[in-house]
């Protein structure tokens, strides 16, 4: 996937325990968001963000929590895992919204798999 | 409620045929679409796009039709390759809103 990357790609946690999902891009895209997807679910929008400085509530911002300082880089916080935050995550960008006139694409990377157990 | 529907879990069609991907929408306001091709352990990858303003857009051997009267769009490739076989996502967003909304996927098999 071009530009972005996303650490660590496994996980285990233990309930109650907080980690930071990383997310990485080199594009100067101003759009970035994070997504889970879930066994027999489509990918859902946790957080998003237009810009630095910028960010807002997706379809299940619940759990999580975001920041957007730089451009290059949109960490997901979770701040006290539970065994319904288990998923693939995927962090997403692009240079504008996705409904922009430009037609944008948006690039995801290659997924966060995680386990609260 | 979900706004974007993918009703066959799966499909699976000959090498050579045509693959028949399709997608429903509940939400009126939705404006551009796209379709996203995900295969198992990678993140998913841009296929094609359409605007409201279209009703068909073509990429190769990938075109996207759209009936806005029926809040219905479907992926059509010709011809089908086994490199096809891999999970395809309907996907749409509203106006300026960042918000994209995916539907729960079809998993394609193409046999040789």
């Known amino acids: 996937n071009a530009g972005v990357t996303q650490t660590p790609k496994f996980q285990v946690l233990k309930t109650g325990q907080s980690m930071t999902l990383q997310c990485a891009q080199d594009m100067n895209h101003e759009y970035m968001s994070w997504y889970r997807q879930d066994p027999g679910m489509g990918l859902r929008l946790i957080h998003y963000s237009v810009g630095a400085g910028i960010t807002d509530q997706g379809e299940v911002p619940n759990g999580y929590n975001v920041s957007r300082s730089t451009t290059e880089d949109f960490p997901l916080r979770l701040l006290s895992a539970a065994p319904s935050q288990t998923s693939v995550y995927f962090c997403?960008?692009?240079?504008?919204?996705?409904?922009?006139?430009?037609?944008?694409?948006?690039?995801f990377g290659e997924g966060s798999w995680l386990t609260v157990v | 409620d979900q706004q974007v529907k993918q009703n066959s879990p799966s499909l699976s069609v000959q090498e050579g045929r045509i693959s028949i991907l399709n997608c429903d929408y509940t939400?009126?306001?939705?404006?551009?679409f796209l379709w996203y091709k995900k295969y198992p352990a990678e993140g998913p990858t841009f296929l094609i796009s359409?605007?409201?303003?279209?009703d068909k857009n073509e990429d190769g051997r990938f075109t996207v039709f759209l009936n806005k009267s029926a809040k219905h769009l479907s992926l059509h490739i010709v011809p089908s390759q086994p490199g096809d076989s891999a999970v395809y996502f309907c996907a749409a967003s509203e106006g300026s809103n960042y918000k994209l909304t995916f539907g729960k996927g079809t998993l394609l098999t193409v046999n040789p």
């Open positions: 939400n009126s306001m939705f404006d551009y």
């Open positions: 359409i605007s409201s303003i279209k």
């Open positions: 997403a960008s692009s240079y504008s919204g996705p409904g922009r006139p430009s037609g944008n694409t948006i690039y």
